[in-house]
Antibody, heavy 125, light 111 residues
């Protein structure tokens, strides 16, 4: 059974870089059938897609965050990671990693079919 | 402001049926059959309930169904149960540079 688990600091100072890792078990980030994505949810608010990465390194980012976001994949560790720079209080949220299905020949991103439990990251001095 | 528009809240009594709408544009909901619906209970991760407009993942009750007409997708729940009380989010592929868009979410209350 596929499981995803987020890990990383729960508190980040303003202007610093938020770093999270998602460890995948029961499946492989090297799968040719899926992208691997990050989604966040500020307290009491809705979901916001951050970006998704394919095992080959192909990446899609949300344009609203693109200038501050970097997503990478480590196939040897079966992990993928998120870095968000120059954080402010507005970046305080629960961050989820998830498996992201797509239309192979067109690259259209579709649904998130398996999610991690989420990790709360607060931005505060 | 979310790219897809959902009602903030809906309610229904046990056993009844409800429908949640999700309105987008021809660049997303109306143009592609890649609408998904997620259920989120308080403090929990979202769970995929419907994908590709009307397909149910294995294990999801057949009380949940999806449909689409023009630029509006809908999630219907029949035979409402107390456990269905949750937030529901729609999502779609979009041909814009955003790639993926979510609705603002709808809180379902089972009276």
């Amino acid at each position: 059974q596929l499981q995803l688990q987020e890990s990383g600091p729960g508190l980040v100072k303003p202007s610093e870089t938020l770093s999270l890792t998602c460890t995948v078990s029961g499946g492989s980030v090297s799968s040719t059938n899926y992208y691997w994505g990050w989604i966040r949810q500020p307290p009491g608010k809705g979901l916001e897609w951050i970006g998704s990465i394919y095992y080959s390194g192909s990446i899609y980012y949300n344009p609203s965050l693109k200038s501050r976001v970097s997503i990478s994949v480590d196939r040897s560790k079966n992990q993928f990671s998120l870095r968000l720079s120059s954080v402010t209080a507005a970046d305080t949220a629960v961050y989820y990693c998830a498996r992201h299905s797509f239309v192979g020949r067109l690259g259209y991103l579709k649904s998130f079919d398996s999610w991690g439990q989420g990790t709360l990251v607060a931005v505060s001095s | 402001q979310s790219a897809l528009t959902q009602p903030a809240s809906v309610s229904g009594s046990p056993g009844q049926s409800i429908t949640i709408s999700c309105t987008g544009t021809s660049n997303d909901v109306g143009g592609y059959n890649y609408v998904s619906w997620y259920q989120q209970h308080p403090g929990k991760a979202p769970k995929l309930m419907i994908y590709d407009v009307n397909k149910r993942p294995s294990g999801v009750s057949n009380r949940f169904s999806g449909s689409k007409s023009a630029n509006t997708a809908s999630l219907s729940i029949s035979g409402l149960q107390a456990e269905d009380e949750a937030d529901y989010y729609c999502s779609s592929y979009t041909s814009s540079s955003t790639h993926v868009v979510f609705g603002g979410g709808t809180t379902l209350t089972v009276l």
